[in-house]
């Protein structure tokens, strides 16, 4: 039962990673843009990785790429000089809301076989796996 979930995950991390990057993401970069989004202000990069389950030198990395797109910029922190923080820049939220909509048809084709029921209860078989792991 556990190899076969999981496959079904990598299939499903295969099939959104394909269609985010239609619209020049990923799901790394998108995650970091959501984030962002979510917090409404720039975070620092430290809590960015804690944020995104990540370690710190992976998001400096992965904040250097989203920089080189201007998806993000550095600022300076206003309560600590010598902490940086990313802040989502305008093409940024253009671009996390292109990722938004395309994951969010992307899940409707990959759950087009099943009914709402099926998918109410595979949600909660979902939620009862992660509570119970």
Not at 34 to 47: F, H, N, Q, R, Y
Not at 74 to 96: F, I, K, M, N, Q
Request: aromatic share 2%; charged share 30%.
């Amino acid at each position: 039962m556990a190899f076969l979930l999981l496959r079904a995950v990598h299939e499903l991390e295969a099939e959104l990673e394909t269609a985010l990057g239609r619209v020049g993401l990923s799901l790394a970069k998108y995650g970091v843009l959501s984030k962002l989004v979510d917090a409404g202000e720039p975070v620092a990069l430290g809590c960015l990785a804690e944020r995104c389950s990540c370690v710190r030198s992976n998001m400096t990395q992965l904040v250097d790429r989203l920089e080189a797109e201007q998806l993000v910029e550095r600022v300076s922190d206003p309560s600590d000089r010598r902490s940086v923080r990313a802040a989502l820049t305008a093409e940024g939220r253009v671009r996390h809301a292109e990722g938004a909509r395309t994951l969010k048809e992307a899940e409707g084709e990959l759950f087009a076989g099943l009914g709402e029921a099926e998918r109410a209860t595979l949600a909660e078989l979902i939620r009862r796996i992660r509570r119970e792991g």
